[in-house]
């Protein structure tokens, strides 16, 4: 069965620092999703990452995926107040479902 | 033109009773899907259903019934519902099994 775990679950940071969200899953996965949640609000998609080595960017918010280690990152550069939010890691499971993370909840402060 | 809706967004009810929550997606998408997030935001997937047959069917109680008249709509009946099921719903599809998911905007559902 198919576990994936974030760290850190909650993450409190200044504008203008780098951090990293972690994402490790438990076992084989092709592909690895990125999702925002705003309180009160859907999810929204961020990034797809296909294949090992695969860098997404997209303005200060980079992913990336290693799939030998069963690893993907979400690296925030240069924080700002509006990346506020609950950060979802998820994968498929056996190409039928997708197993969620149990969230990331990013505060950041002016 | 929202992708995917949902109805209604807030739902409170007594234990007991029965509701309904509805889903319409207008992206052309096979696949549909009905996730629950409880109130720590953990999220986890219920019931699947691709071209109107379901697919995915969590351990989920009986009392949760999805329906699908066609491959747009998915809705979700609850009957004789409990404090528990007290959470957010989400309906999302994708293009197919499992790809890229796209979520609606959830239904608050409050059992008192």
């Known amino acids: 069965e198919l576990k994936v775990e974030q760290n850190p679950l909650f993450l409190s940071m200044q504008e203008g620092k780098n951090y990293t969200i972690y994402c490790n899953y438990s076992?084989?996965?092709?592909?690895l999703y990125w999702y925002r949640q705003d309180p009160g609000k859907s999810l929204e998609s961020l990034f797809v990452?296909?294949?090992?080595?695969a860098v997404k960017q997209e303005r200060r918010l980079m992913a990336s995926l290693d799939t030998k280690a069963r690893l993907s990152t979400l690296h925030i550069t240069a924080a700002v107040h509006d990346l506020s939010a609950t950060y979802f890691c998820t994968c498929e499971e056996g190409a039928q479902k997708l197993v969620f993370g149990q969230g990331t909840r990013l505060t950041i402060n002016p | 033109d929202t992708a995917v809706s949902q109805t209604p967004k807030y739902l409170v009810t007594q234990m007991g009773n029965d509701k309904s929550i509805k889903c319409e997606q207008n992206?052309?998408?096979?696949?549909m899907y009905w996730y629950k997030q409880d109130s720590k935001k953990f999220l986890k997937i219920m019931f699947s259903y691709n071209n109107k047959e379901l697919i995915i069917n969590e351990t989920v109680p009986n009392r949760f019934s999805p329906k699908s008249p066609d491959k747009a709509h998915l809705n979700l009946h609850i009957n004789s519902l409990e404090l528990g099921d007290s959470a957010v719903y989400f309906c999302a599809s994708s293009p197919d099994a499992v790809r890229e998911q796209f979520f609606g905007p959830g239904t608050r559902l409050t059992v008192l």
């Open positions: 076992t084989t996965s092709d592909r």
């Open positions: 992206l052309g998408h096979d696949t």
């Open positions: 990452l296909l294949s090992n080595g």
